[in-house]
């Protein structure tokens, strides 16, 4: 997967995919200080966005209205928060690094900006985050938030913080009201408890899309391919599910999959006529709703 931009300054890069490359002119940006002037002026959506679900798209309408031309980008830090304050806890991402991106490319994003989540960034007050990141470093000319968006030491800023400041600078505020689907808040917490309990089908109703997570084949045989599962991604529960299968010359092949716990992995069964899969290759597996 390739990236353009200022990707040399990128610490995840070797984590990125082969799978599906990234079409230029989508640019990864670690540190606002280095926003090239092109991005400058940009509608930038907030959030953690890990699995882009149908709450989250509804920010990207929303950034798409008031855009006019302007560059639209999308703010997630490395590593998840939850992951930073709890390293040693069970993996919940629904989407790697690699993937995430890859899907923001897809969606049709100018630019992804991926700071590195420290103590030092967790620290900074919700001010200093919109003055120094927003205002000065990134320029932007509007952000877009979900109404419960919080952000700054201990949590203390939100859309009305955003507001004040934002009127200050010269940059806009859009708040979008939160997502129900069938009377149920969209959010990544509930994708994540659809994909614990193995229910793909209510998973890919609320990301509006397949599931899909980045593999690595360990060996292949007439029997299938075994795969190494990612070890930050959520485990959804064990037993077979359909899935679609693309490697790294992003052919795809229908076929089956059985996820075993206990190794942390996953054996797949494509469909007739499949090539042979190369050891350490990188898969793509999407997950198909019954």
Request: charged share 20%; proline share 5%; with cysteine.
């Amino acid at each position: 997967m390739e990236c353009a931009g200022d990707t040399a300054l990128f610490p995840f890069r070797d984590t990125l995919s082969a799978a599906a490359p990234i079409q230029r002119p989508f640019e990864v940006l670690e540190s606002a200080d280095t926003t090239p002037d092109r991005l400058a002026g940009s509608v930038l959506l907030l959030g953690n966005f890990d699995g882009f679900h149908r709450g989250h798209a509804a920010l990207l309408d929303a950034a798409r209205q008031v855009a006019r031309g302007a560059p639209i980008g999308i703010m997630s830090v490395e590593p998840h928060p939850r992951q930073f304050f709890a390293p040693n806890a069970e993996a919940f991402r629904i989407t790697s690094v690699g993937t995430k991106l890859e899907a923001f490319a897809k969606l049709g994003f100018s630019f992804a900006f991926v700071p590195r989540f420290t103590h030092a960034f967790a620290a900074q007050s919700a001010a200093d985050f919109v003055e120094g990141t927003l205002a000065r470093g990134l320029r932007v000319s509007h952000v877009v938030a979900g109404a419960d968006f919080r952000f700054g030491h201990r949590r203390a800023g939100d859309v009305a913080v955003l507001r004040r400041i934002g009127g200050e600078r010269g940059f806009g505020v859009t708040e979008v009201a939160t997502f129900h689907q069938q009377d149920a808040v969209c959010s990544s917490s509930l994708v994540r408890q659809m994909l614990k309990v193995g229910d793909i089908a209510a998973a890919t109703v609320l990301l509006g899309a397949a599931w899909c997570v980045e593999v690595e084949a360990l060996r292949s045989d007439g029997y299938g391919i075994e795969v190494a599962w990612p070890a930050d991604v959520i485990l959804p529960a064990a037993g077979d599910y359909r899935v679609l299968i693309r490697g790294s010359d992003d052919r795809a092949s229908q076929g089956s999959g059985t996820l075993i716990h206990g190794r942390r992995g996953m054996h797949l069964r494509p469909g007739p006529g499949t090539a042979a899969i190369p050891r350490r290759d990188r898969l793509m597996i999407e997950f198909i709703a019954s």
